[in-house]
């Protein structure tokens, strides 16, 4: 798996084989089981994850007590309650393991201080906190601006796995239908 992440580091930022060393040394390995949690309401977000195989899924529970998924990280993506990683702060959101899952980690302290250490870091997550920032706005707004089923058909051309791979009661909460909005839109697309 640290040979996904080394190819993956490498798609997004220049870095010597001396500092590749350094970064892939500071992720540790990790495996959970399906719906395992990795980071629960009220926990202080202290690890970012790296998926190299399954999927997590970063979601809150909302004012009438339903899940709300807000983000899934597949293969070869990164996952983290950025908002509690950032601040340092209780996080509003639980992460867990959608699918049995294999990542790698790396602790709050040992990713800020590979921003000193080797300076393309600084860009790799720059990247990082730009891409969240493009699809968070996204997933904004088309809640407030896309109906059920164009946000469906949206999913089903940019993220089709979530569909494929996922329970309907996830990917109902996703798209913020019920199940049997979700099984309509499934029998009308």
């Known amino acids: 798996m640290h040979e996904q992440l ?4 490498r798609s997004q930022i220049d870095v010597s084989e001396d500092e590749l060393k350094s970064i892939l040394c500071c992720f ?3 495996q959970l089981r399906k719906n395992e949690p990795l980071v629960i309401q009220g926990q202080t977000s202290q690890r970012t994850f ?3 195989k399954g999927c997590l899924r970063i979601f809150f529970i909302n004012e009438d007590g339903q899940e709300a998924t807000r983000y899934f990280a597949f293969e070869n993506q990164f996952a983290t309650a950025l908002v509690s990683f950032i601040t340092e702060e209780p996080s509003d959101e639980f992460i867990e393991a959608a699918e049995p899952t294999e990542l790698l980690y790396i602790t709050h302290q040992d990713f800020h201080q590979l921003l ?10 720059r990247n990082y906190l730009e891409k969240a920032y493009v699809n968070n706005t996204r997933r904004l707004m ?5 109906d059920a089923t164009e ?13 494929r791979r996922l329970p ?5 909460s996703y798209l913020n239908v019920s199940q049997e909005t979700l099984s309509r ?3 009308k697309i």
């Open 6 to 9: 080394n190819q993956y580091i």
């Open 28 to 30: 540790k390995p990790l």
């Open 50 to 52: 790296f998926v190299g």
């Open 116 to 125: 000193t250490v080797v300076p393309q870091w600084e860009k790799f997550y």
């Open 142 to 146: 088309s809640f407030l601006t896309q």
């Open 151 to 163: 946000r469906y058909r949206r999913l089903m051309a940019e993220n089709p796995m979530v569909v």
């Open 168 to 172: 309907n009661k996830l990917v109902a």
């Open 185 to 187: 839109l499934k029998s």
